[in-house]
């Protein structure tokens, strides 16, 4: 097993460990798990030795990225929920916006995310990460929900379950849509699910 190595704190170092995973992106997309460390640095354009200067081996590679995707979607899903706000949504546009915000944080590129979904280990530095996303929706949401009328109780468990849905297909959505056409026809499913649901309880 591999000793992780220390995130670069100065601006030279923190580039070339920004190249390298840029790099890795696409080769693990690309490529899968065949990817190699090889692979990587020359797509990278830096040798082998600088790569395992920040990283111990592919899965670290692979770790990091998971950590970054987690962190970028709950910058995308706090910009999502400020606009539904600002543009004073309706629930059902809420729903449809929060859904496509899903759609678009698991899907670039979708074989990468396929890769993260089955690859990449629950560590606790990214189940910390994902908990903390899925509390920010959630309450979020809620906060949203009350301003259109819901109580704190129903806003919060109508949140909870809507998002808790919208999570779990949204991962099929992308993992299993082989045609952006079929992807499109699983999105409105989506929609629809989740606005049965609010709906149920407003």
């Not at 490529?31 to 990283?55: C, H, K, P, W």
């Not at 543009?87 to 995310?113: K, Y």
Request: glycine share 4%; charged share 25%; with cysteine.
């Amino acid at each position: 097993m591999s000793t992780r190595r220390k995130r670069p704190s100065q601006q030279r170092s923190r580039a070339t460990y920004d190249v390298i995973l840029e790099a890795a992106t696409r080769v693990f997309a690309s490529e899968g798990m065949a990817a190699t460390t090889n692979r990587i640095a020359d797509e990278a354009g830096v040798s082998v030795g600088s790569l395992y200067q920040y990283f111990g081996d592919k899965y670290e590679i692979l770790s990091e990225l998971a950590n970054r995707h987690v962190s970028a979607a709950r910058e995308r899903f706090a910009v999502c929920l400020a606009d539904i706000v600002e543009r004073e949504l309706t629930p059902d546009e809420a729903v449809r916006s929060l859904v496509e915000c899903a759609i678009e944080v698991n899907s670039n590129p979708r074989q990468f995310f396929h890769l993260l979904y089955d690859q990449v280990p629950r560590t606790p530095e990214l189940i910390e990460q994902v908990d903390h996303m899925n509390h920010q929706l959630v309450y979020g949401f809620s906060e949203y929900l009350q301003s259109r009328g819901f109580s704190a109780d129903d806003a919060l468990l109508t949140s909870r379950l809507t998002v808790t849905a919208v999570d779990g297909q949204v991962h099929r959505v992308v993992l299993e849509s082989d045609s952006p056409e079929e992807l499109r026809v699983r999105t409105e499913a989506v929609v629809r699910q989740a606005r049965s649901m609010i709906a149920s309880e407003s």
